[in-house]
């Protein structure tokens, strides 16, 4: 299990993220309580976390798993879908170079960290608005140099495949319906999020145990619960606002 946690402190300049639909008032201040108080529970879990400093010029820099894919002990560095986000992944590097072998996805490959997932030897990658199939060639061969095989997920009514799969154990993961092709997640049990629920739910799952979600999304939860799961709810209205869910705020080494 991975025990440091990167992330990236939250800009003033966060009311300007990236939305794909509307465009929502966000509170940045309560967007950055938000934010500590899940870097607590990623410390109280017993992660080392690590703090990359916030750009003001990257609005979205906070969600700072898109910019990298940890493959056991090597890392790939993304090249974001959007091309504004593609100052964000620099700093990031310059960190994670001191922990792991680097490679980097490169022109005319595009990938956003948010849609990718590995559980057991396989590594489920979205092919989303921000994620194409060059991309996924290019992280199938890094993948295939740690002993992963990459299997691709069409993701059609969400911006990333973690907006809409959640891992919550090594074979279990929370399926938003209709927002994804299923047919590849074969072999991995489903729940599915609630109806009233939709796009509410998220998940992470920490080294202690215990799977942080979404406190909005208590009937999802529960079902979560009830597979014998400790769950921690934590409200990140905020951060959802902006399309982030529980995963997109750290990288987990
Ligand atoms: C974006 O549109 O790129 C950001 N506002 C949200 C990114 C969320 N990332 C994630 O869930 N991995």
Do not use: W
Not at 47 to 52: F, I, L, P, R, S
Not at 199 to 226: C, Y
Request: proline share 6%.
């Amino acid at each position: 299990m991975p025990s440091v946690a990167l992330i990236r402190s939250l800009p003033d300049s966060y009311h300007r993220a990236l939305v794909r639909e509307g465009r929502p008032a966000i509170d940045v201040e309560m967007a950055r309580a938000q934010h500590d108080r899940y870097r607590g529970h990623l410390a109280g879990a017993g992660y080392q976390v690590e703090v990359v400093p916030t750009d003001e010029n990257q609005p979205d820099c906070v969600f700072i798993e898109d910019t990298a894919v940890v493959l056991g002990q090597s890392a790939v560095m993304t090249r974001p879908g959007a091309v504004e986000r593609r100052g964000e992944v620099g700093p990031v590097a310059d960190v994670l170079g001191r922990r792991l072998a680097l490679g980097y996805i490169v022109e005319p490959g595009t990938m956003d960290g948010g849609d990718v997932f590995i559980a057991g030897d396989t590594v489920y990658v979205g092919l989303s608005e921000r994620t194409n199939r060059a991309g996924i060639d290019q992280l199938a061969a890094a993948a295939a140099e740690e002993g992963l095989e990459v299997v691709a997920v069409p993701v059609h009514d969400t911006l990333h495949l973690k907006s809409a799969v959640l891992p919550i154990d090594a074979e279990t993961v929370v399926v938003t319906p209709r927002a994804v092709d299923e047919d590849p997640l074969a072999g991995l049990r489903i729940v599915y999020e609630t109806e009233g629920e939709r796009h509410r739910f998220s998940a992470l799952p920490l080294m202690d145990g215990t799977v942080l979600v979404t406190a909005n999304a208590p009937e999802t939860t529960d079902l979560v619960a009830a597979m014998g799961h400790v769950v921690v709810p934590i409200d990140v209205s905020q951060i959802q606002a902006a399309d982030g869910g529980l995963t997109c705020m750290s990288i987990l080494i």
